[in-house]
């Protein structure tokens, strides 16, 4: 299963912006948690490819698959 980076959205409310909140939902679609950030609101997730677009229905998160980044 490929791994994406799920960010919290600023301008969320509190509850909106509860990573617990989050963390449960992409749980409870088949994904698995894989680290936590400790300086930015967000975490990754082991998820399904197939049901990637559940998560990206949620307008206080943004999805994005993790990648190797290149400086050049």
Do not use: C, W
């Not at 939902?25 to 948690?33: I, M, S």
């Not at 975490?43 to 677009?53: G, N, R, S, W, Y």
């Amino acid at each position: 299963m490929p791994i994406y980076n799920i960010t919290l959205k600023d301008g969320a409310s509190p509850e909106q912006l509860s990573k617990k909140r989050a963390k449960d939902d992409a749980k409870n679609q088949g994904g698995e948690v894989k680290h936590e950030f400790t300086l930015i609101k967000g975490f990754t997730v082991e998820f399904p490819a197939d049901k990637v677009t559940t998560l990206e229905t949620n307008e206080h998160i943004h999805v994005e698959q993790d990648g190797a980044v290149k400086t050049q």
